[in-house]
């Protein structure tokens, strides 16, 4: 999860696919991220030929993956080259501040920039004109990476919002299509063995003496206690006490609580994600206001806010019992990535991994309207929770 603090003005960038350029871009995927930078071994994949059917139909398709890896759209865009998809992908505008270079790259293979926290007209635009023109979409409807494949955050609604609207605008004869994908990692046993050096290391981040004789899982529930207290204390004054979800849970309504009194609440945001975009689009919204610019003062107070936000969303992120429900080999590595990723700002991928992406049965959308199922108007929300059951069920049962 990426730190937001910033009073960058948005410039959206738009996809320009350049046919030269892909081949390039697929090889340089597959080596340099894929193979190199997320030590991925074998993709298996499944489904991909009835979602390329449809494209070659003439529909709209829109793939909704779900997001626990940074390497997620790398796999997608591997997915896309080999089953023959021209996909085009929404990101985050952040991905295209880093640098022209590879903002120019991703705009080279389809990509486009949205602003999560705010009305993005052109990103919705663009979506809904993609999917007019057959050309296949990819959009991660949980938002954010929160590295807990077998646990699927809260969906957002934008996903079904732009397919419907897509639909609505289809000529007779064509159909608009929903495809959940599943995609989950599996850690070569060797990964166990780089476990306890690598909690030295975070243990010595935060000024701790590692404890390596310690038994893992102890280990690893210690640190984040460790790290929560001290995020307490930063942002509350004092550690908490008692279970470590409920502490976590605290911690993310009392920062949002605190930011809502300065800021406002948005009466139409009920989840702490939903509560957190609100809020970082009316503190950017201040800081960028070019007729009554904040004085310094109020300036890095208002940054200070996005501190807090962020720190809320990463205890959010957290789900309390999700290694100790169930200590696997995945969970222990993923935690583990977690928690690198918080304190040094990126997960380290030392050892092979494999990955399965499924493609589940698409669902048609324009029938579930012709039928009734769905409503023209607010059919977003039912349409969401049959996205996130068919998506748990993939990342429970298949994947």
Aim: glycine fraction near 8%.
């Amino acid at each position: 999860m990426r730190r937001l603090r910033n009073d960058l003005p948005y410039t959206f960038h738009p996809p320009q696919s350049r046919r030269w350029f892909r081949p390039l871009a697929l090889w340089a995927n597959r080596k340099a991220f894929l193979e190199r930078k997320y030590a991925l071994r074998e993709i298996r994949s499944e489904g991909f030929g009835k979602v390329a059917e449809r494209r070659l139909a003439g529909d709209a398709v829109l793939l909704a993956p779900n997001h626990a890896d940074h390497s997620d759209p790398h796999v997608m865009i591997e997915m896309g080259g080999r089953h023959g998809l021209p996909l085009h992908f929404m990101a985050a505008r952040e991905i295209f501040e880093d640098s022209r270079l590879a903002a120019w790259a991703l705009q080279s293979v389809g990509v486009f920039s949205i602003d999560r926290d705010g009305p993005d007209l052109s990103a919705i635009k663009t979506a809904i004109s993609l999917l007019e023109q057959s050309v296949p979409l990819v959009i991660y409807p949980e938002g954010e990476i929160y590295h807990h494949h077998e646990r699927l955050d809260p969906l957002m609604e934008g996903v079904a919002s732009i397919l419907l609207k897509a639909a609505g605008r289809l000529k007779e004869g064509r159909q608009a299509w929903l495809v959940p994908v599943g995609i989950r990692f599996r850690h070569d046993p060797t990964v166990e063995k780089t476990f306890r050096d690598r909690l030295s290391r975070l243990e010595d981040r935060i000024g701790w003496t590692p404890r390596p004789t310690m038994p893992i899982d102890d280990r690893i529930i210690r640190l984040g206690a460790g790290v929560l207290a001290l995020k307490e204390t930063e942002f509350l004054g004092q550690a908490g006490s008692g279970d470590l979800q409920d502490r976590l849970g605290q911690l993310c309504e009392n920062l949002l609580g605190l930011v809502e009194q300065r800021h406002g609440k948005e009466p139409r945001a009920s989840t702490p994600p939903e509560r957190v975009r609100a809020l970082r689009y009316r503190i950017r919204r201040r800081l960028l206001d070019a007729e009554n610019p904040p004085g310094i003062e109020e300036r890095h107070a208002l940054l200070d806010d996005l501190d807090a936000v962020f720190t809320a969303l990463q205890a959010h992120s957290y789900i309390g019992d999700y290694l100790l429900s169930d200590p696997t080999l995945d969970r222990r590595a993923e935690t583990l990535m977690k928690l690198e990723e918080d304190l040094f700002g990126f997960p380290t991928y030392p050892c092979p991994r494999d990955v399965r992406v499924i493609a589940d049965e698409p669902i048609s959308v324009t029938a579930l309207l012709a039928d009734g199922v769905l409503p023209p108007k607010g059919g977003a929300a039912p349409l969401t929770e049959m996205l996130e059951k068919r998506l748990n069920d993939l990342l429970r049962h298949s994947c």
